[in-house]
């Protein structure tokens, strides 16, 4: 294993050391690449892909079979980060015996190292047995885009005292549970500050406030490419949407106009064979020599 590998401990040290964990989503082979050259610490196989790759209104569409299909190519271009996959709506609710099946298949076919579940207290049993199983567990609590029908949309967690009093009891019992981090979504940075300084396990912020200890993003949102909707929290840290959209206009242009592709972006052919072809072209009906081919393979 390389010096560089994150592995939950490592993780958890950073904590202890006061080093922040910088964390993204991912969902294919080629970002989840250029993600870890840059020293990211874990790649979280989201269920966003419902939304950022597939389309969907939410991520209550994306299923068990294509959150697999996806980690699978996102651990093909790791070698560094913590490849974490997230297991998708009712894929860890129904049973236990079902959540234990399922965290398996990421391990086992989709090559991640650890799943993230969505939810507090009610699910601890579940993670439990998860573990049990030998699988590491990543929490998540506050808006968890799972139950956005249960709270009326993706609306701010945690206002009122009681909702902030249950969060802290869920961050407590995740950490008991055995999770190795905690996502916190959405919830009011006094909320996210409190629960850091409580728990000896990682705390990633997303929509929480500068006190975690550490962030997570949407790939597709924190470059410019989904912008269908901007959130509070989310900061564009490229343009990436426009930047395609530019390269597009351009390569439309270019082959309109016959500027691309030119002699440097084409392949050279020896002039004596080319002038040999030309002779042979002039020496035969192209027709009758094409119709014998094809009668050969009849
Ligand atoms: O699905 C996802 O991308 C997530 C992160 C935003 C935490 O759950």
Known sequence: MSLRKVT???LIEKKQKGE???TITSYD???AKIIDNTGIDLILVGDSLSMVMLGYKNTLSVTMDEMIHHTKTVSRGVTNALVVGDMPFLSYKISRKDAIYNAGRFIQEGGAEAVKVEGGTEICSTIDS?????IQVMGHLGLTPQAIYKFGG???QGRTVEAAKKLIIDAINL???GVFSIVLESIPWQIAKLITGILDIPTIGIGAGPHCDGQILVIHDMLGIFTEFKPKFLKYFGKLGEEIIKALRLYQTEVKEGKYPDQEHSYEYPLNDFKEIKKWMESID???ESEKSL???K
């Open 8 to 10: 939950v401990s490592k």
């Open 20 to 22: 922040k964990i910088v």
């Open 29 to 31: 082979y080629s970002f």
């Open 130 to 134: 998860i573990i049990n199983a030998d």
């Open 154 to 156: 993706f609306l701010v």
């Open 175 to 177: 950490q008991k549970t």
């Open 286 to 288: 192209l027709d009758v």
């Open 295 to 297: 009668n050969k393979v």
